[in-house]
């Protein structure tokens, strides 16, 4: 084994780009977030860390509700300015055009290809951070980015984030829940 430690930290090889959109005394707002995945599968739930002082952690605790929304990689400008620039400071309601489902307060940002639609299950307090864990109410997808009735990855073409800085997807390797079959035991 040739191993350094690094020390404990949150690392994480890769991660999304995902805007979490709010309102906040009635007006929608997009924070980029990396730290965001699934939660659960059944009832379908989302989760994403955010640090307790941001604008978008005090939409959540108003509202009980946000949106995760996924940009794509021709939205990389928008998608960091909503990252560097606060709610707080400026109105960034109109870098997107938002739209509304059922929930009238979790603003959906038109331009991005797939956007979750989330009420808020529980907000775990982790430190620094609040773990928002959101039930998925509805996922909105744009018909251009559909096959087989399904979001296309190829076509949504999400941004990935590591290491500080956004990837483009690479390559399709090989199909999951297969690739296993061939595996030979040690
Ligand atoms: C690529 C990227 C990923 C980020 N990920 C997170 C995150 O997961 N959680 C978080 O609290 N802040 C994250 N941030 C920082 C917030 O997006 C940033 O502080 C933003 O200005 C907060 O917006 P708000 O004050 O309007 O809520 C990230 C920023 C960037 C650029």
Redesign the pocket.
């Given at each position: 084994m040739d191993k350094v430690t690094l020390g404990p930290m949150p690392y994480m090889s890769v991660?999304p780009?995902v805007l979490?959109g709010?309102t906040l005394k009635g007006r929608a707002?997009?924070?980029?977030?990396?730290?965001?995945t699934v939660a659960c599968m059944a009832p379908p739930m989302v989760c994403?860390?955010?640090?307790k002082?941001?604008?978008?952690?005090?939409?959540i605790e108003e509202n009980k509700t946000f949106s995760l929304n996924f940009p794509s990689v021709g939205q990389v400008a928008g998608?960091?300015y909503?990252?560097?620039?606060?709610?707080?400071?400026?109105d960034?309601s109109k870098i997107w055009t938002s739209f509304y489902g059922r929930l009238k307060t979790a603003p959906m940002a038109e331009e991005c290809p797939v956007n979750l639609e989330c009420s808020l299950f529980k907000a775990v307090d982790c430190g620094s951070?609040l773990l928002h864990i959101g039930e998925v109410v509805e996922v909105y997808a744009d018909k251009a980015c559909m096959t087989d009735k399904k979001p296309d990855v190829s076509k949504v073409h999400p941004i990935v984030?590591a290491q500080?800085m956004?990837f483009d997807l690479g390559k399709p390797l090989e199909k999951a829940f297969s690739a296993g079959k061939r595996y030979v035991k040690k």
């Open positions: 991660m780009s979490v709010t707002n997009y924070m980029t977030a990396g730290a965001a994403v860390a955010i640090n002082a941001r604008y978008t952690a005090k939409a998608t960091d909503c990252g560097i620039v606060s709610g707080a400071q400026e960034k951070h984030y500080a956004y």
